[in-house]
Structures are given as C-alpha cells and as structure tokens.
C-alpha cells in the first residue's frame, strides 16, 4: 500500500471479503489513534464490529456496495464508530474500491462528525455568533461567523493562531482556560477582548475539548455566543487596560504606586466600577501620565 496511506490526517483503513467474512487488511495511523485500538487489535476483528451502520437499515455488505455504487444517490454515510472511548463516534463514511491482484479491497475513509454534532445541538438551545474549530497548537482549522463584524472570509482566518484574533493583554487569560479545559476534559466559558481588523469588541466563548480514542486531547470548539462593539470613547475600562498594557504597570504596581486597594483597582479595570472617586481617577491618571479625562470622559469640565 502507497506509504501516504499511512500518513493521512484522515482516519482510514482497508477492509476485503473472502466471500464468508470481512476482514481487516490495514489502518492507518491516524485511525489507529481515533479508535483507540492497537493495530494488531484491529487486525483480528471484523469490521463490522468497530464500525455500526444499523441505523442505516444496512447490512455491512450491503453499505460498502452502496458506497462504492456509481449509481448511488449518495457516497456518503453516516455511522458510528465504536472507540475505546465510553461513546461510539459519529462519522460519515467514505469509500475506495481498489483492485489488488484478483482480489479487490476497500479503503474506507472516516470523518469525524463529533465537533460538527456538538455545534449543531448547540445551537438548537443558545444563540451564537461565531463557531471554531482549534487545534491542540491553537491554530484555527475552520471557522463560521454568523454576524456582520465578521467581514472576512472564513477562509482568511484558517491556520492563523486564534490569539491573533484576541487583545495582547487578553491572551493568557484565553491560553489558562484553554489549558484548563484540555487538562480537566470540561467544558469552560470565558470573556475576553476580540480584534478584528482596527475595531475591539466585548466577547464571550464557550469552550469544549474534544478527545481521540486513545484520550490523547485532539481539539477544541471555540463557540462566540455574544459579540458587542467596544466606543473608546465610552468604556474607560478598556482605555485603562491600554495604558497600562502601553506603559508595563501591572494592577498590583499600579495598586502599590497609588496606595489605591487592589481590589479597587481590579473592578475599575474589569469595568465593574464605571466611574471611580474623583481623587481616585487622579491617582490613577497620573501615575499614568494622562488626565483622569482622558479614561473617564464623565470627567470633562
């Protein structure tokens, strides 16, 4: 078999009959680590068995025939999977036949339907605004926008670092809940500054990791359920933020160099004090080198 069998993303393997029972001639790596299941494990088994098209009304046979059948309405086919996870994976199945000495094969090809199913049921119960699929280097492997800010096309944002998308001081907040997600397998929400192009807006995500067979981590769906437009002129949280991300002071040197609490600091910042004591927007204004009106234009004489 052609070595880039063997090194497809794409979960794969090659299946025969002998006229009285199917088996297993080959998997490629990536299958291997979807299931979960050793090769030499699979080998043995009859594919049947890993792979479930009950619901489909279809003998095992009978949907290989159909896949394979120029005349069929559709090569395509929905099944399940069954992993060494506790939940047999849904899939949509695809089909090679391929001639071998005098004996054809079969190489079915496996896409993972798990995130896509995930999205859709998400969406029957809760608004959203953006949906994304990242990979475990935080890459963005897809993504589709259902609001207008988002002006690009999705295409322009593929492999691209989803922390391009997110304010600089925002991004390890992001990375922490990421890295939490992946290690504790749960589902977490965040908030956080988005960029797209020159304009900021005010987000919101839900996170889900999704895993392979094997509970090695494979990546996360990124959901935007809320999106709202940041005024410069009108969030002083925001124009805080940038001055002290501008100027290298943490809200703990700010707290100290002020002799404001760091409490007090932290809901200014977070935008859970909107507009702070006179005297305390001074101190903060200056030991940032600009006039409390310049955060809080409420100050303006």
Known sequence: MNHLFYLLSEPMLIVESDESRWSIRDVNQAFAVFS?????????????????????????????HQLTDELAVSSLLECKLVTKASTPADVRMSCRKLQLGERPVYVLICKDLREAKWIDEYILHNKIMVTSIVNERFNIMSLKHYYAPVQQPSSSYVNKSIFDLVAEHERNKLKRVLDFAKTNRTTETVDFQLKLGDRCYSTEAVIQPFYNGNRSFKNFVVVLTSLYANSKEEDPSYKLRMLMLSKNISVTSLAQSTLISLTTISKIRNGKIKKPQRLTAELIAGELGV?????WSSFKR
């Open 36 to 64: 979960g299941f050793k090769k030499s494990d699979l080998m043995l088994l009859d594919p049947s068995t890993i792979n479930s098209v009950q619901d489909t009304a279809l003998t095992f046979e009978q949907a290989i």
């Open 291 to 295: 006039r409390p009106e310049m955060i």
